[in-house]
């Protein structure tokens, strides 16, 4: 039994069968990638299980529970946190109220009228939220304006956004995306880390085959909405199916 | 001190000083010189520029911090000066129980409006609102008659059962028995200083309306308020239900203006329904925005430099600018007065929408944001230091959670 | 029956002004994205364009009476207007008569430059600010021009009657069959429908048939596309500012006869038609006349005896209610399109 088990989902837009009986199961601790085509209904996946979505058909249990028809940020309470392709964070705040955010909604639930106090008092969060900056190596920047960030330290603010609320479940859509080389291998060494020092299932969703290579324990490809394969990594490369499936659409999707 | 750090500490101590010496301040030129008519330090005056300052403090929380813009404020102002004279008729002409009961029913009345318009955002939340505070405004001028006494307004009378005052009670309203009319007059320096009970009062109900603004804003709840206003759904995804926070803010707010229309009516025992109208709604809007929405000392700026428009600056009519521009040769004089008299006096509304146009123009962060802008180019003077200077940072697209 | 078509034609003449001025809030509001809250400024200025030809043609010169005297003993005063002189007596009469109508011909000239003024000298720098901003300084602008209007023509609503032909009613009832004096209409409010089909059917027709129309039409749908074909959407966008607002000041001018203008009257339309604007849903020219019509007919069926005794005060709120419900389970509108304004 897996940490979280996505069975039988479909769902469709209009015409589109977007996903297509997609039965997955993620094991704790561990990397599990899903790579596959552009319009495989990866991103589709995502939004289903963080709630933005609703399937037409299937479950999606959580740590034993069901997370369908459930709202997002029930969904985050519950243990599963999203980083976003483009970096969503609170762009008007500084680094730190950026960080310190998660840490009262960590600590507070969903809502909590905490007009009163004062946020410097609260020593025990200012002093978790510093922490987690000095992790991701931006304690210097906790000052400055989360917009005025390079995008690649918004990345890494939003991952440490998540972290501080130490999730059972991390989902990154396409963390390396647009991402210089040096910048990616930065960033597979940050996610390598952090998986050793939190002790964090993830689910990757990548098109950069050198990102899942080198962080991926599992991998699911993903076809036209269903899943092709899964299984550890060094049976993916050069498993037939999956080359049919990137060769047979596009062979720039393959390398990236 | 007070559980605020010593910036805030300081800020407060300022705003606590600036209140209690309005009298005095407002009062800078002699008695009898032509300059005279520009004193605002007379009761009336003063009691306005604390209770729409806590208006717009009120009004900032909401809008300053979650960024949602009402179009109906003025309905819970309205709402908040019915009940306070329904209790000066009813129970007593001492001021507290009508203004408990004007924030208690303003705050439901905005829990009910912002539990519904809070469904929609952007334009549409400002439409709704402006809906239910129209709705109010017909409703007190047509069937809710009864209630609110229609285009009269509702006024106390002698007959007013008033069961908590005995027989020889005031009959102005009073705070147990000392009349809100009262003043102390002192007479220095060829200036007329007027203590007012009643400006004392509002006075320190603003001083503590913006305490209370100063703690929401350092509070992990104000924070949540500026998240809403950042990015929701970021919020959702990080496990918090923005909806309540923006309805917290909004009762809030409306608490705030329930209050300010409590005040209003302790002060002047009337109440009638133009209060909540749209253009008053308009009104706090301008204030908010003119000072800088966001900012603390904003607002307060705000609705003072609107209330002394509105009450000094259109007492300037052809005699006073003649009178200032007498020096100057006939003709010379007869073209000035041409040319500034459409602008004050009657016209003071022309003046006030075009600055009002110029600041959202010019100046995205309002007065404070000007105040900003002149000190940091004062600093920059004096230091000579040009180096990597932030001229062209605009603190219209950042918060400006700054004293 | 009678009493139904009643209401319905009494709804119309308000819901045509409320149809005109949403049509020019949407066009601005699609083309343009700037929602602008000096709308009904400009239908104000449209009204006031009508004051203001009515009073050029009454123009006069003063000639002393040599028979008659005043009660001081003076000789009277005889005023004649202007035109009365150069186009004789009768002609003279006529224009000064058809003042309201003749000022259609005056308003559009002045009503595209005040349009193409508006347009480049203030609402262009805001394409890319908030709506907030848009809303906060076209608000300004409002008030700008309702003080500047003040300043001219003075507070009171100054009345501006319409051509002699058109004043009274008619039994508009024994035309279509019913009982005579069921349906007792004012020919003018008639002729103010008639006009807003027009002018309605003249700016759907502009869009449809005409390569600008089409132009702006794909660039309300698609603004970056167009401009990448190279088209410059930015100067038709200016002219259809101005048609927008050509559309609000001639619903102004019709309107004189109706309401005599005031320079408040803007004002109290705007709020109005930006409930009209979202009810018909955001940027759907369709809708916004839709909204009109409807909400004009509701107000008026609300205003029925019966139906304020069933619920009093009804008629003061039904516009509001319709929007609020709207808006509630119609996030769109009537008519509106998927992600307009929605952020």
Same mark, same amino acid.
């Given at each position: 039994?897996?940490?979280?088990?996505?069975?039988?989902?479909?769902?469709?837009?209009?015409?589109? =069968?977007?996903?297509?009986?997609?039965?997955?199961?993620?094991?704790?601790?561990?990397?599990?990638?899903?790579?596959?085509?552009?319009?495989?209904?990866?991103?589709?996946?995502?939004?289903?299980l963080v709630g933005k979505?609703?399937?037409?058909?299937?479950?999606?249990?959580?740590?034993? =529970?069901?997370?369908?028809?459930r709202k997002p940020h029930e969904i985050n309470q519950m243990g599963i946190s999203r980083v976003f392709q483009t970096p969503e964070i609170f762009g008007e705040l500084s680094v730190m109220e950026n960080m310190l955010i998660p840490c009262f909604a960590k600590r507070d639930g969903a809502f909590r009228l905490h007009a009163i106090e004062s946020i410097r008092s609260e020593k025990g969060l200012n002093a978790q939220a510093e922490q987690m900056l000095s992790d991701v190596n931006m304690i210097d920047k906790r000052h400055m304006n989360a917009a005025s960030l390079s995008r690649g330290d918004k990345r890494r603010l939003e991952m440490a956004m998540c972290l501080v609320q130490q999730p059972k479940l991390l989902l990154l859509d396409?963390p390396?995306? @647009?991402?210089?080389?040096?910048?990616?291998?930065?960033?597979?060494?940050l996610?390598?880390?952090l998986?050793?020092k939190h002790?964090i299932?993830m689910?990757?969703?990548?098109?950069?085959?050198?990102?899942?290579?080198?962080?991926?324990?599992?991998?699911?490809?993903?076809?036209?909405?269903?899943?092709?394969?899964?299984?550890?990594?060094?049976?993916?490369?050069?498993?037939?199916?999956? =080359?049919?499936?990137?060769? @047979?659409?596009?062979?720039?999707?393959?390398?990236? | 001190?007070?559980g605020l750090n010593?910036?805030d500490?300081?800020?407060?101590?300022?705003?606590?000083?600036?209140?209690?010496?309005?009298?005095?301040?407002?009062?800078?030129?002699?008695? *009898?010189?032509?300059?005279?008519?520009?004193?605002?330090?007379?009761?009336?005056?003063?009691?306005?520029?604390?209770?729409?300052?806590?208006?717009?403090? #009120?009004?900032n929380i909401l809008f300053g911090l979650t960024g949602y813009?009402?179009?109906?404020?003025?309905?819970?102002?309205?709402?908040?000066?019915?009940?306070?004279?329904?209790?000066?008729?009813?129970?007593?002409?001492?001021?507290?129980?009508?203004?408990?009961?004007?924030?208690?029913?303003?705050?439901?009345?905005?829990?009910?409006?912002?539990?519904?318009?809070l469904?929609?955002s952007?334009?549409?939340?400002?439409?709704?609102?402006?809906?239910?505070?129209?709705?109010?405004?017909?409703?007190?001028?047509?069937?809710?008659?009864?209630?609110?006494?229609?285009?009269?307004?509702?006024?106390?009378?002698?007959?007013? %059962?008033?069961?908590?005052?005995?027989?020889?009670?005031? %009959?102005?309203?009073?705070?147990?028995?000392?009349?809100?009319?009262?003043?102390?007059?002192?007479?220095?320096?060829?200036?007329?200083?007027?203590?007012?009970?009643?400006?004392?009062?509002?006075?320190?109900?603003?001083?503590?309306?913006?305490?209370?603004s100063l703690r929401i804003f350092r509070s992990p709840f104000g924070l949540m308020l500026r998240a809403v206003k950042c990015n929701q759904q970021r919020m959702s995804y990080t496990g918090l239900n923005a909806r309540p926070y923006t309805l917290a803010a909004f009762?809030i707010s409306?608490?705030?203006?329930?209050?300010?229309?409590?005040?209003?009516?302790?002060?002047? %025992?009337?109440?009638?329904?133009?209060?909540?109208?749209?253009?008053?709604? #308009?009104?706090?809007?301008?204030?908010?925005?003119?000072?800088?929405a966001g900012t603390l000392?904003? %607002?307060?700026?705000?609705?003072?430099?609107?209330?002394?428009?509105?009450?000094?600056?259109?007492?300037?009519?052809?005699?006073?600018?003649?009178?200032?521009?007498?020096?100057?040769?006939?003709?010379?004089?007869?073209?000035?007065?041409?040319?500034?008299?459409?602008?004050?006096?009657?016209?003071?509304?022309?003046?006030?929408?075009?600055?009002?146009?110029?600041?959202?123009?010019?100046?995205?962060?309002?007065?404070?944001?000007?105040?900003?802008?002149?000190?940091?180019?004062?600093?920059?003077?004096?230091?000579?230091?040009?180096?990597?200077?932030?001229?062209?940072?605009?603190p *219209?697209t950042s918060p400006h959670i700054a004293? | 029956?009678?009493?139904?078509?009643?209401?319905?034609?009494?709804?119309?003449?308000?819901?045509?002004?409320?149809?005109?001025?949403?049509?020019?809030?949407?066009?601005?509001?699609?083309?343009?994205?700037?929602?602008?809250?000096?709308?009904?400024?400009?239908?104000?200025?449209?009204?006031?364009?009508?004051?203001?030809?009515?009073?050029?043609?009454?123009?006069?010169?003063?000639?002393?009476?040599?028979?008659?005297?005043?009660?001081?003993?003076?000789?009277?005063?005889?005023?004649?207007?202007?035109?009365?002189?150069?186009?004789?007596?009768?002609?003279?009469?006529?224009?000064?008569?058809?003042? +309201?109508?003749?000022?259609?011909?005056?308003?559009?000239?002045?009503?595209?430059? +005040?349009?193409?003024?508006?347009?480049?000298?203030?609402?262009?720098?805001?394409?890319?600010?908030?709506?907030?901003?848009?809303?906060?300084?076209?608000?300004?602008?409002?008030?700008?021009?309702?003080?500047?209007?003040?300043?001219?023509?003075?507070?009171?609503? &100054?009345?501006?009657?319409?051509?002699?032909?058109?004043?009274?009613?008619?039994?508009?009832?024994?035309?279509?069959? /019913?009982?005579?004096?069921?349906?007792?209409?004012?020919?003018?409010?008639?002729?103010? /429908?008639?006009?807003?089909?027009?002018?309605?059917?003249?700016?759907?027709? /502009?869009?449809? /048939?005409?390569?600008?129309?089409? +132009?702006?039409?794909?660039?309300?749908?698609?603004?970056?596309?167009?401009?990448?074909?190279?088209?410059?959407?930015?100067?038709?966008?200016?002219?259809?500012?101005?048609?927008?607002?050509?559309?609000?000041?001639?619903?102004?001018?019709?309107?004189?006869?109706?309401?005599?203008?005031?320079?408040?009257?803007?004002?109290?339309?705007?709020?109005? !038609?930006?409930?009209?604007?979202? +009810?018909?849903?955001?940027? !759907?020219?369709?809708?916004?006349?839709?909204?009109?019509?409807?909400?004009?007919?509701?107000?008026?069926?609300? !205003?029925?005896?019966?139906?304020?005794?069933?619920?009093?005060?009804?008629?003061?709120?039904?516009?509001?209610?319709?929007?609020?419900? &709207?808006?509630?389970?119609?996030?769109?509108?009537?008519?509106?399109?998927?992600?307009?304004?929605?952020d």
């Open positions: 039994m897996g940490l979280l088990e996505v069975k039988n989902i479909g769902k469709r837009f209009g015409g589109l =069968q977007a996903l297509d009986d997609v039965t997955l199961s993620v094991r704790e601790n561990t990397i599990h990638a899903i790579i596959g085509p552009n319009g495989a209904g990866k991103s589709t996946l995502l939004n289903v979505l609703i399937p037409d058909t299937g479950s999606v249990m959580f740590d034993g =529970q069901s997370v369908l028809g396409e390396t995306a @647009g991402m210089a080389r040096a910048d990616t291998n930065n960033t597979i060494e996610l390598r880390e998986k050793s002790d299932t689910v990757i969703i990548e098109h950069d085959m050198h990102v899942v290579f080198s962080l991926a324990e599992r991998i699911t490809v993903l076809a036209q909405g269903t899943p092709l394969v899964e299984d550890i990594p060094a049976n993916i490369k050069g498993h037939p199916k999956v =080359q049919e499936a990137y060769l @047979g659409q596009s062979a720039e999707g393959a390398t990236g | 001190m007070l010593t910036k500490t300081r800020l407060l101590l300022i705003v606590i000083a600036l209140t209690l010496s309005t009298p005095i301040l407002l009062q800078p030129f002699a008695e *009898g010189t032509g300059l005279a008519q520009f004193n605002a330090g007379y009761p009336d005056l003063m009691q306005r520029f604390a209770i729409f300052g806590i208006f717009a403090i #009120g009004f813009l009402s179009f109906g404020h003025a309905a819970f102002l309205g709402v908040g000066s019915y009940s306070a004279v329904w209790m000066f008729k009813l129970l007593s002409m001492n001021i507290l129980p009508g203004l408990i009961l004007a924030v208690i029913v303003s705050g439901l009345f905005a829990l009910l409006i912002g539990f519904v318009s469904r929609r952007g334009i549409y939340f400002s439409i709704l609102t402006l809906a239910f505070a129209q709705m109010s405004f017909n409703l007190a001028y047509s069937v809710l008659t009864p209630i609110t006494n229609g285009e009269t307004g509702l006024q106390v009378t002698l007959n007013d %059962p008033r069961i908590l005052d005995g027989v020889n009670a005031s %009959p102005y309203t009073n705070l147990f028995g000392l009349p809100m009319s009262s003043s102390v007059k002192l007479e220095l320096l060829g200036r007329l200083f007027t203590f007012n009970l009643g400006y004392y009062f509002c006075a320190v109900i603003a001083i503590l309306a913006f305490y209370l009762v409306g608490m705030y203006a329930g209050l300010a229309g409590g005040l209003l009516a302790a002060m002047d %025992p009337l109440a009638g329904a133009e209060r909540m109208q749209w253009t008053a709604s #308009g009104e706090v809007v301008l204030m908010t925005i003119l000072g800088g000392m904003g %607002p307060v700026l705000g609705a003072g430099f609107i209330k002394y428009f509105e009450n000094i600056f259109s007492k300037i009519n052809d005699t006073v600018l003649h009178s200032w521009f007498a020096f100057l040769p006939d003709g010379i004089e007869d073209a000035l007065v041409f040319v500034v008299q459409p602008f004050v006096g009657k016209g003071w509304q022309l003046t006030l929408g075009l600055v009002f146009m110029l600041v959202v123009v010019f100046l995205p962060g309002g007065l404070m944001e000007g105040g900003q802008r002149i000190s940091a180019w004062i600093r920059r003077k004096s230091r000579k230091d040009d180096g990597r200077a932030d001229s062209e940072h605009r *219209g004293e | 029956m009678d009493v139904i078509l009643l209401q319905i034609l009494n709804g119309l003449d308000k819901g045509s002004a409320y149809a005109l001025i949403a049509l020019g809030l949407t066009l601005i509001f699609g083309t343009l994205g700037v929602v602008n809250f000096a709308h009904g400024a400009l239908f104000m200025i449209g009204a006031f364009c009508a004051v203001t030809l009515s009073r050029l043609i009454n123009l006069s010169y003063v000639t002393l009476d040599p028979v008659k005297t005043d009660f001081l003993g003076n000789p009277a005063k005889i005023k004649t207007p202007y035109v009365e002189a150069w186009f004789g007596p009768e002609t003279g009469a006529w224009l000064i008569d058809w003042s +309201v109508p003749l000022a259609i011909l005056f308003a559009i000239p002045v009503m595209i430059a +005040v349009g193409f003024i508006m347009e480049r000298g203030l609402i262009k720098h805001f394409y890319k600010r908030p709506h907030a901003d848009q809303i906060l300084v076209t608000f300004g602008l409002a008030i700008v021009l309702q003080e500047v209007i003040k300043y001219f023509y003075g507070a009171n609503p &100054i009345p501006t009657p319409a051509p002699e032909l058109f004043r009274g009613s008619f039994d508009f009832g024994v035309l279509i069959g /019913f009982d005579p004096n069921a349906i007792i209409y004012p020919y003018w409010r008639l002729v103010y /429908f008639a006009f807003s089909a027009l002018v309605i059917g003249a700016v759907f027709a /502009f869009l449809r /048939f005409t390569t600008f129309g089409m +132009v702006v039409r794909a660039g309300m749908a698609d603004r970056e596309t167009v401009g990448l074909l190279g088209i410059d959407i930015d100067k038709r966008f200016t002219i259809m500012f101005g048609i927008a607002a050509a559309v609000a000041g001639l619903a102004g001018v019709m309107y004189a006869p109706i309401n005599s203008p005031n320079y408040h009257m803007g004002m109290d339309f705007l709020v109005l !038609s930006f409930v009209v604007v979202v +009810v018909g849903g955001m940027g !759907s020219l369709p809708g916004a006349v839709l909204a009109g019509f409807l909400l004009g007919v509701l107000e008026s069926f609300a !205003s029925m005896n019966w139906i304020k005794d069933i619920i009093p005060g009804i008629d003061q709120v039904i516009i509001y209610l319709v929007a609020i419900i &709207i808006l509630l389970t119609r996030p769109r509108g009537l008519m509106g399109k998927k992600g307009v304004m929605e």
